[in-house]
C-alpha cells in the first residue's frame, strides 16, 4: 500500500517525474498560447478559431474537476448505483439540447457571455443581477476545485491543509494567466487523456480486487444502494435519492438544464469553435464520453466503500477521500504518479474553467458596461487577468468553506440549485415565449434566487426529507441531495410565476428587437449555418444527438437489473 506512515502518498522519483513533466508541458502550452494573443477575444474566446473535436473534448475536460471525479465518486459510495442519474438523466439530455437548439442563440449572435444575451433579450438590470451572482457562484465553484486539488497536493507532501491551498491556487494561474481560453482548452485537450489515464488503473485494480463487477455487488451490505428507479415513489421513498419527482424535475430537467445551458464555464468551449457547425457539435460530442464517466467515478466510490474500513462513518475517511484513498491503497509507483498527474490536471482544468468564466463575465458584464467604458481592448485585456488573480485569490477563501462538506456534490448541488436553477427559468420563458418582458425577466431571477434560499432553509425541518419521514434535530440524516433537488424545483416554479405574472402587466419589447434573440424569430443576417459549406453524415448534430441519447437510455434500462 503506497501510504507512508505520516499518512502521506509513498511517491518514489519515478512517480514525482512524471508530475515534473507534465507540469513543463504545461506551462509550455500557456507560454506558445500566449503568443497568438493580439485581441481581448483571442484572450477570452481563442478568437473563435478552434476545430470542434478540440473543443468537445476541452468541454468536457472543462467539466472533469473536483465536481466529477472527487464528487461523483462521493457519490457513488454515499448514494450506490442511484448517482448514475448525474450522468444518464443529469446531464445527456441537456447537453443534447444545448448542441441542437441554444447553441444557435449564443454562437449566431456573437455573444461573449450568458449574462450579455440576457442584457440583449431583457434590461441592464437583468444583465447586471445575472452577472453579479454568476461571478459569485464561479468563485464559489472554484473554491471546490481548490479545495480538492489542495486534498491532492496535501497527501502527495503532507503539508498543512491552508498551504496546500495556497499553492494549488498558484499552479493555476500561472497557465490560465498566461495563456488566456487557448491555453486553457488547448491543456484541458491534454488533461482529458492524462485523467483516463489516472482512473482507469482504479477501476481495473479495485474491481479486480473485489472479485470483478459481479463481486462489487454482492459485497454491498446496504442492498439500497442498488437501486436506481426502484423505491423511488412520491411519498413513501426509500430510494436513496428520494422520490423520482425530485430526480426527474429537480435533478434532470432544472439542475441539468439549468447547468448545462446557462453554465457560461461550459458554454464558453463551444464558443470558441471555429463555425456554427463546430459550435453546436462541441457539446455533442463531448457527451459520449460523459456517458461512460459513471465507470470512472461511481464505481470506484462504491469500491472505497466495501474495502475501507469505516469509510463515511466516524473516525473513517470522508466520502470525498474515495479517490486519493484508493489510489494509495491499490497504486504502485509509476502508476501513482499516473494517477496523481491525472487528477492534478483534472482540478487544475475544473478551476481554470471558473477562472476563465469569471474573467470573461467580470471585463465584459461587468467592468465594461458599468465602470469603465469605452476604452481601448488592451485595456480590457488587462483587466481580464487582473480578473483572473482576483478571482483565484477569492477562491483561496471559498476553498475553506467547501472544506466543511464531507460529500462535495451536495455543496456544489446547493449552489446550482441557487444560481442555475432560476436563471433556467428566465432563460427558458424569454427564449421561447416573446411576450416576456424586460423587467420580468429581473424579478424572475430575483424572486427565484430568494426562493432558492428559503426552501434550503426550510429543507432541514420537514420530515419528508428524512428517511422514514423522521424529523432529525440534529439534521445528520437529512438527505441532502433530495433536499437540493426540490430547492432547484421550487426556485424554477417561483421565477417562472413571477416572470408571468410581471409580464402580464408590464409592456413587452417589439418585435424588431429580439430578432435572433427568440425561438422562430431569426435575426435579418439568416442562419449562420446557411453559409457553410457542406458536411460529412458523421458530422450531423441530428445524429450525434439521437445516439448519445440512445446509449444513455439502453444503459438506464439496463442498470435497472443489476440485482
Given at each position: 500500500?503506497?501510504?507512508?506512515?505520516?499518512?502521506?502518498?509513498?511517491?518514489?522519483?519515478?512517480?514525482?517525474?512524471?508530475?515534473?513533466?507534465?507540469?513543463?508541458?504545461?506551462?509550455?502550452?500557456?507560454?506558445?498560447?500566449?503568443?497568438?494573443?493580439?485581441?481581448?477575444?483571442?484572450?477570452?474566446?481563442?478568437?473563435?478559431?478552434?476545430?470542434?473535436?478540440?473543443?468537445?473534448?476541452?468541454?468536457?475536460?472543462?467539466?472533469?474537476?473536483?465536481?466529477?471525479?472527487?464528487?461523483?465518486?462521493?457519490?457513488?459510495?454515499?448514494?450506490?448505483?442511484?448517482?448514475?442519474?448525474?450522468?444518464?438523466?443529469?446531464?445527456?439530455?441537456?447537453?443534447?439540447?444545448?448542441?441542437?437548439?441554444?447553441?444557435?442563440?449564443?454562437?449566431?449572435?456573437?455573444?461573449?457571455?450568458?449574462?450579455?444575451?440576457?442584457?440583449?433579450?431583457?434590461?441592464?438590470?437583468?444583465?447586471?443581477?445575472?452577472?453579479?451572482?454568476?461571478?459569485?457562484?464561479?468563485?464559489?465553484?472554484?473554491?471546490?476545485?481548490?479545495?480538492?486539488?489542495?486534498?491532492?497536493?496535501?497527501?502527495?507532501?503532507?503539508?498543512?491543509?491552508?498551504?496546500?491551498?495556497?499553492?494549488?491556487?498558484?499552479?493555476?494561474?500561472?497557465?490560465?494567466?498566461?495563456?488566456?481560453?487557448?491555453?486553457?482548452?488547448?491543456?484541458?485537450?491534454?488533461?482529458?487523456?492524462?485523467?483516463?489515464?489516472?482512473?482507469?488503473?482504479?477501476?481495473?485494480?479495485?474491481?479486480?480486487?473485489?472479485?470483478?463487477?459481479?463481486?462489487?455487488?454482492?459485497?454491498?451490505?446496504?442492498?439500497?444502494?442498488?437501486?436506481?428507479?426502484?423505491?423511488?415513489?412520491?411519498?413513501?421513498?426509500?430510494?436513496?435519492?428520494?422520490?423520482?419527482?425530485?430526480?426527474?424535475?429537480?435533478?434532470?430537467?432544472?439542475?441539468?438544464?439549468?447547468?448545462?445551458?446557462?453554465?457560461?464555464?461550459?458554454?464558453?468551449?463551444?464558443?470558441?469553435?471555429?463555425?456554427?457547425?463546430?459550435?453546436?457539435?462541441?457539446?455533442?460530442?463531448?457527451?459520449?464520453?460523459?456517458?461512460?464517466?459513471?465507470?470512472?467515478?461511481i464505481v470506484p466510490g462504491m469500491i472505497a466503500l466495501v474495502t475501507i474500513p469505516h469509510f463515511g462513518g466516524a473516525g473513517g475517511p470522508a466520502y470525498n477521500d474515495a479517490i486519493p484513498e484508493l489510489m494509495g491503497r491499490l497504486l504502485p509507483n509509476g502508476v501513482l504518479g499516473i494517477a496523481l498527474t491525472g487528477l492534478l490536471a483534472a482540478f487544475m482544468a475544473g478551476m481554470a474553467?471558473?477562472?476563465?468564466?469569471?474573467?470573461?463575465?467580470?471585463?465584459?458584464?461587468?467592468?465594461?458596461?458599468?465602470?469603465?467604458?469605452?476604452?481601448?481592448?488592451?485595456?480590457?485585456?488587462?483587466?481580464?487577468?487582473?480578473?483572473?488573480?482576483?478571482?483565484?485569490?477569492?477562491?483561496?477563501?471559498?476553498?475553506?468553506?467547501?472544506?466543511?462538506?464531507?460529500?462535495?456534490?451536495?455543496?456544489?448541488?446547493?449552489?446550482?440549485?441557487?444560481?442555475?436553477?432560476?436563471?433556467?427559468?428566465?432563460?427558458?420563458?424569454?427564449?421561447?415565449?416573446?411576450?416576456?418582458?424586460?423587467?420580468?425577466?429581473?424579478?424572475?431571477?430575483?424572486?427565484?434566487?430568494?426562493?432558492?434560499?428559503?426552501?434550503?432553509?426550510?429543507?432541514?425541518?420537514?420530515?419528508?426529507?428524512?428517511?422514514?419521514?423522521h424529523l432529525d434535530p440534529t439534521h445528520a440524516t437529512i438527505n441532502a441531495q433530495m433536499a437540493n433537488f426540490y430547492g432547484a424545483i421550487v426556485a424554477f416554479v417561483v421565477d417562472a410565476l413571477v416572470t408571468v405574472a410581471v409580464t402580464v402587466v408590464t409592456r413587452p419589447r417589439p418585435d424588431s428587437e429580439l430578432a435572433g434573440l427568440v425561438w422562430r424569430l431569426p435575426s435579418a443576417?439568416?442562419?449562420?449555418?446557411?453559409?457553410?459549406?457542406?458536411?460529412?453524415?458523421?458530422?450531423?448534430?441530428?445524429?450525434?444527438?439521437?445516439?448519445?441519447?440512445?446509449?444513455?437510455?439502453?444503459?438506464?434500462?439496463?442498470?435497472?437489473?443489476?440485482?
Amino acid at each position: 500500500m503506497n501510504v507512508s506512515a505520516a499518512g502521506t502518498l509513498d511517491v518514489n522519483g519515478l512517480d514525482y517525474t512524471i508530475l515534473a513533466i507534465y507540469f513543463a508541458v504545461v506551462v509550455a502550452i500557456g507560454l506558445l498560447a500566449r503568443r497568438a494573443i493580439a485581441t481581448s477575444e483571442d484572450f477570452f474566446l481563442s478568437g473563435r478559431s478552434l476545430p470542434a473535436w478540440v473543443t468537445g473534448l476541452a468541454f468536457i475536460s472543462a467539466n472533469l474537476g473536483a465536481l466529477e471525479i472527487l464528487g461523483n465518486a462521493a457519490n457513488g459510495a454515499q448514494y450506490g448505483f442511484a448517482a448514475v442519474h448525474f450522468y444518464w438523466v443529469g446531464a445527456i439530455p441537456a447537453m443534447v439540447f444545448l448542441g441542437l437548439f441554444m447553441m444557435p442563440f449564443y454562437y449566431g449572435n456573437k455573444v461573449h457571455s450568458v449574462p450579455e444575451y440576457l442584457r440583449r433579450r431583457f434590461n441592464a438590470p437583468t444583465h447586471f443581477f445575472n452577472a453579479l451572482t454568476f461571478a459569485v457562484a464561479q468563485v464559489l465553484i472554484a473554491g471546490v476545485n481548490l479545495y480538492a486539488l489542495a486534498l491532492v497536493v496535501k497527501s502527495l507532501l503532507g503539508w498543512p491543509l491552508w498551504l496546500a491551498i495556497v499553492v494549488s491556487a498558484g499552479l493555476v494561474l500561472v497557465y490560465i494567466t498566461l495563456g488566456g481560453l487557448s491555453g486553457a482548452i488547448y491543456t484541458e485537450v491534454l488533461q482529458f487523456f492524462v485523467i483516463l489515464a489516472g482512473l482507469i488503473p482504479i477501476v481495473v485494480i479495485g474491481l479486480h480486487q473485489v472479485g470483478g463487477f459481479g463481486g462489487l455487488v454482492d459485497r454491498v451490505h446496504d442492498r439500497t444502494l442498488l437501486d436506481t428507479w426502484q423505491q423511488s415513489g412520491v411519498g413513501h421513498w426509500k430510494n436513496p435519492l428520494g422520490d423520482w419527482l425530485g430526480l426527474v424535475l429537480g435533478e434532470g430537467f432544472v439542475l441539468s438544464f439549468g447547468y448545462w445551458t446557462t453554465n457560461f464555464a461550459e458554454v464558453q468551449r463551444a464558443l470558441s469553435a471555429k463555425d456554427m457547425s463546430a459550435a453546436r457539435r462541441t457539446p455533442l460530442i463531448g457527451a459520449f464520453p460523459k456517458i461512460f464517466f459513471p465507470l470512472l467515478t461511481i464505481v470506484p466510490g462504491m469500491i472505497a466503500l466495501v474495502t475501507i474500513p469505516h469509510f463515511g462513518g466516524a473516525g473513517g475517511p470522508a466520502y470525498n477521500d474515495a479517490i486519493p484513498e484508493l489510489m494509495g491503497r491499490l497504486l504502485p509507483n509509476g502508476v501513482l504518479g499516473i494517477a496523481l498527474t491525472g487528477l492534478l490536471a483534472a482540478f487544475m482544468a475544473g478551476m481554470a474553467a471558473n477562472a476563465s468564466g469569471f474573467n470573461t463575465v467580470f471585463t465584459y458584464d461587468i467592468w465594461k458596461p458599468y465602470i469603465a467604458r469605452d476604452r481601448s481592448d488592451r485595456y480590457y485585456l488587462n483587466v481580464g487577468r487582473i480578473a483572473t488573480v482576483v478571482g483565484i485569490l477569492i477562491s483561496v477563501g471559498t476553498a475553506f468553506i467547501a472544506s466543511g462538506y464531507g460529500n462535495i456534490m451536495n455543496y456544489i448541488q446547493l449552489l446550482f440549485s441557487f444560481f442555475n436553477s432560476p436563471l433556467f427559468a428566465t432563460f427558458v420563458l424569454g427564449l421561447f415565449w416573446k411576450r416576456t418582458t424586460p423587467w420580468a425577466g429581473f424579478w424572475g431571477l430575483v424572486a427565484g434566487t430568494a426562493a432558492a434560499a428559503a426552501m434550503h432553509f426550510a429543507a432541514f425541518h420537514i420530515g419528508y426529507f428524512y428517511p422514514g419521514g423522521h424529523l432529525d434535530p440534529t439534521h445528520a440524516t437529512i438527505n441532502a441531495q433530495m433536499a437540493n433537488f426540490y430547492g432547484a424545483i421550487v426556485a424554477f416554479v417561483v421565477d417562472a410565476l413571477v416572470t408571468v405574472a410581471v409580464t402580464v402587466v408590464t409592456r413587452p419589447r417589439p418585435d424588431s428587437e429580439l430578432a435572433g434573440l427568440v425561438w422562430r424569430l431569426p435575426s435579418a443576417g439568416g442562419l449562420v449555418e446557411a453559409r457553410e459549406p457542406r458536411r460529412h453524415w458523421w458530422e450531423s448534430e441530428a445524429l450525434l444527438g439521437s445516439s448519445a441519447l440512445g446509449i444513455a437510455l439502453v444503459l438506464s434500462i439496463t442498470v435497472l437489473f443489476v440485482k
